[in-house]
């Protein structure tokens, strides 16, 4: 029996989820399936989460589109056809109202509507919830689905609110699009959105400005078209394909490699690295060698052939030196790939400026002044990123057993068991928390298995007649032990990354998500579940 009833002052469901991107919109088809009563609230007026709010020049994924997508439903794997290698945000937006149509899920999403409060009451062990306009809601459980990057991070920068153009953040562009036409644009950030962004606001604008403060080592994509019978042989193995990413290190359907960079020469190295950058993609760092990330000498081979990849390709020596970096490991900052960034460095109305050695000291009504110059815009685009896999939590005003606050009890970094759920916040489930592989991987796949996960633990507290699950303080110091000694053996804690929180001023250095791989990572959470929730307190 469901728990759903309404009144005048508040409704009752058994299941709340915040968001609907790839995680909401999965784990509202799971509720519904387990016969709950469940609502889902959507601050944008449709489905899509990333692939709503991100609708920049360039836009599109880099996981390749066979796989970043869906793998739960046959009919749907057999219904879509991706166009090319990465589709661009329009065409993944498109498939995910596809699947929200074939699932009927609209009926049960509340769009428009912001969730600000969720406080668990003490007393009826349900969730307390409330919208933005200060309606109430109440659940015995509640589902964060809200995304590890869709928490938008404008940079305090004096000035902003004088400057007399239009600006701009990538995670939140205009739905009407912007035409750059005629215009002089500054770009601040290098990430994957500034690389994906930048050859094609070039293209069109009259000049672009780069502000960069780190340099980033990018991967070329090439991107293609879908050739049919790839497709064909896509859609009669996926299988096989969906196999392959459950059970590997990053949810791609790619076998980790087996040699280290050190056992091969020089010669044969370059022959690899060659092989790959013309491939395209992530193979380069993740499928030619097995120590990249754990190794810096090996690290530094692959660092080192981007570095003369540069060169090569930028004209004037000045600026290929300040697009190199050299101060961090090669993808141990969220690797981006591209079409024709460092090329784009040679075009005669692209001009680089390096802010780490010249910083942005103020935005003036006429464009930004840096500690050298004051270069004239109509238009600045903050393509700086976000208040990754915490910021969206945070902005939930989420308090849990005697009112303590998500956000105190996480001050020092997050505290999860498995990146699922945190002690004190009984029947709180978090999609993709920090401590889970989430965005160390292709993300649908860990998003499917969270929300499978989840709903195989409700189905069990139903069968069981158990009110309420959260994990026993040990448990989850062990889990938090295990998360940072497993990252301390790689080179990532290593960069200034949104993954260690470097990019908030004031946000704790840690390593946020799980570096132990997706597929050890799920053989963990099914033994768990199947040893009654091992490590959790039911009651
Ligand atoms: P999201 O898609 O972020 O959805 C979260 C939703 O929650 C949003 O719609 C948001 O509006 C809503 N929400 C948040 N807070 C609230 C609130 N308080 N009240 C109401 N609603 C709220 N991952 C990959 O694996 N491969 C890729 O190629 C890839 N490309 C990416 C490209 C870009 C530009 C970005 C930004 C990210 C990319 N990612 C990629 C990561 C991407 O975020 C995930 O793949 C995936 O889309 C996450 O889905 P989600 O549903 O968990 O979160
Ligand atoms: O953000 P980022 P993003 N002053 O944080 C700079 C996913 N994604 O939106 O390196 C000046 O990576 C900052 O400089 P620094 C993917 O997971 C995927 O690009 O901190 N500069 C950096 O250059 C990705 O990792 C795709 O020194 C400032 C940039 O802004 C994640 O989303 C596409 C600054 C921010 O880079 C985030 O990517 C897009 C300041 N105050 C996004 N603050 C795909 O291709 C920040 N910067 C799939």
């Known amino acids: 029996m469901s728990d759903a009833k309404s009144s005048a002052a508040t409704k009752d469901f058994d299941a709340i989820v915040v968001g609907a991107g790839f995680s909401g919109m999965y784990m509202l088809h799971k509720l519904r399936e387990l016969g709950l009563s469940a609502r889902v609230f959507e601050a944008a007026d449709g489905v899509g989460g990333t692939w709503y709010w991100n609708r920049y020049p360039g836009a599109r994924c880099d996981s390749e589109s066979y796989y970043y997508a869906y793998s739960f ?25 596809f699947c929200a149509d074939k699932l009927d899920l609209r009926r049960d999403i509340q769009f428009n509507t912001r969730i600000t409060g969720a406080r668990y009451n003490d007393t009826t062990h349900r969730w307390d919830i409330e919208t933005e306009d200060g309606k109430r809601v109440s659940a015995r459980y509640f589902i964060t689905a809200v995304g590890c990057l869709s928490a938008a991070q404008i940079p305090n920068i004096k000035g902003l609110e004088s400057f007399r153009g239009k600006w701009y953040h990538t995670g939140k562009w205009p739905h009407e699009g912007v035409d750059f036409t005629g215009k002089r644009v500054g770009i601040i950030g290098t990430g994957s959105s500034g690389i994906q962004a930048i050859p094609v606001i070039a293209a069109q604008a009259k000049h672009l400005t780069v502000f960069q403060r780190t340099p980033n080592y990018t991967v070329p994509a090439r991107d293609a078209p879908m050739p049919a019978d790839f497709q064909k042989t896509v859609k009669a193995t996926y299988d096989e394909i969906t196999r392959k990413t459950r059970a590997s290190v990053f949810g791609m359907p790619f076998d980790f490699p087996e040699q280290s960079a050190l056992e091969a020469t020089p010669e044969q190295r370059k022959a690899i690295y060659d092989s790959w950058w013309d491939k395209g993609g992530f193979g380069f760092l993740l499928s030619s060698y097995n120590d990249l990330i754990i190794n810096k000498e090996a690290n530094e081979t692959a660092a080192e052939y981007v570095r003369a990849k540069i060169r090569d390709i930028v004209k004037d ?16 900052k969220r690797p981006p790939i591209d079409t024709d960034y460092y090329e784009t460095f040679n075009r005669e109305n692209v001009t680089l400026v390096d802010i780490r050695s010249l910083p942005i000291e103020e935005i003036t009504p006429k464009g930004i002044r840096t500690s050298e110059a004051e270069y004239e815009l109509d238009a600045i685009v903050f393509a700086t990123g976000f208040d990754a896999m915490t910021g969206a939590l945070f902005k939930l005003g989420i308090h849990g057993k005697g009112g303590i606050a998500l956000e105190q009890q996480w001050a020092h970094g997050p505290q999860t068991y498995l990146g699922i759920a945190t002690t004190g916040f009984p029947n709180l489930f978090i999609i993709t928390g920090p401590g889970s592989p989430s965005v160390l991987s292709n993300m649908p796949v860990s998003i499917e298995q969270h929300v499978e996960w989840i709903a195989g633990c409700i189905q069990y507290m139903r069968a069981h007649n158990l009110d309420s699950i959260e994990p026993s303080e040990d448990a989850q110091r062990t889990w938090v032990a295990h998360v940072n000694e497993l990252a301390n053996e790689t080179l990532f804690p290593q960069a200034d990354s949104w993954y260690m929180g470097a990019n908030i001023p004031g946000k704790p250095r840690v390593f946020l998500p799980y570096t132990g791989g997706v597929g050890p990572y799920r053989d963990r959470c099914a033994e768990i579940a199947e040893k009654g929730y091992e490590g959790f307190v039911m009651t």
């Open 73 to 97: 439903s046959k009919e749907i794997q057999q219904e879509w056809n991706w166009s090319c290698r990465y589709p661009e945000q329009p065409e993944i937006l498109r498939y995910l109202n």
């Open 317 to 332: 020596p000045v600026t290929a030196e300040k697009l190199t970096p050299r101060t961090y490991p090669i993808g141990t």
